[in-house]
């Protein structure tokens, strides 16, 4: 069965630190990998997908990044946090293919100082 | 664009009380429409997927069921282990970002034993 993984879960950082939250799956090769935040109380803001290896589309301008390193690995990142970063990250994944279902990783709470 | 209304915001019931969350949906295409249950401080876990009108899905206590314009999560008989944030979420079909998922805000249904 396939599995999502991600760390830390929970993350305290100062204003302008840098920032990396990873993400992996197993049991599944070639998954559709995203990250989206979700800001409390709150639905879930997609950040970036990625259907490949080095292949990354974001959908909102902001401060942070995203990479894929690997096929089931997706990193998200920044070079120096806003306290507007602050939130809870999901990592999800999906088969290819039309209307799959997105599973989600447990996420992590971020909090900026 | 795509939106998802969800309502009510919050839902508290006594066990045992069966009641329907709603989630309306404007999307120039609809691809699925997915349900998802979120515990607090976990990632969203996936229920269901509809992909056309007239569908029903059923899983334990509940039930889906997609209209043109809508779907219901009807919850039969609820107990407190229910308690949770459900999620609609739609994909379009069409559009540049492969698999996306427009979300509602959510749910908050609260089953008091």
């Known amino acids: 069965s396939q599995t999502i993984h991600q760390w830390p879960a929970t993350l305290v950082q100062p204003v302008g630190s840098p920032l990396s939250l990873e993400c992996t799956v197993e049991g599944t090769s070639n998954p559709n990998l995203y990250w989206y935040r979700q800001a409390a109380g709150r639905g879930l803001q997609l950040l970036f997908y990625?259907?490949?290896?080095?292949?990354i589309s974001s959908e909102v301008p902001q401060n942070l990044s995203a990479s894929r390193p690997q096929d089931r690995q997706f990193i998200l990142s920044s070079k120096k946090l806003l306290l507007s970063d602050s939130g809870f990250y999901l990592c999800?994944?999906?088969?290819?293919?039309?209307?799959?279902?997105?599973?989600f990783g447990d996420g992590t709470r971020l909090s900026i100082l | 664009e795509d939106q998802v209304t969800q309502s009510p915001e919050a839902l508290r019931l006594q066990e045992g009380e069966s009641s329907s969350l709603n989630c309306s949906y404007t999307v120039s295409g609809l691809r699925g429409l997915f349900w998802y249950r979120q515990d607090p401080g976990k990632g969203p876990e996936f229920l269901f997927t509809l992909y056309s009108a007239g569908e029903e899905k059923e899983k334990e206590r509940l039930k889906a069921t997609l209209t043109k314009k809508e779907s219901f999560l009807h919850i039969t008989a609820p107990k407190p282990e229910d308690s949770a944030t459900y999620l609609c979420a739609v994909q379009a079909s069409g559009g540049t970002s492969y698999g996306k998922l427009t979300f509602g805000q959510g749910t908050i249904l609260t089953v008091h034993p």
């Open positions: 999800a994944w999906s088969s290819g293919g039309s209307a799959q279902p997105q599973h």
């Open positions: 990625s259907v490949g290896i080095g292949q």
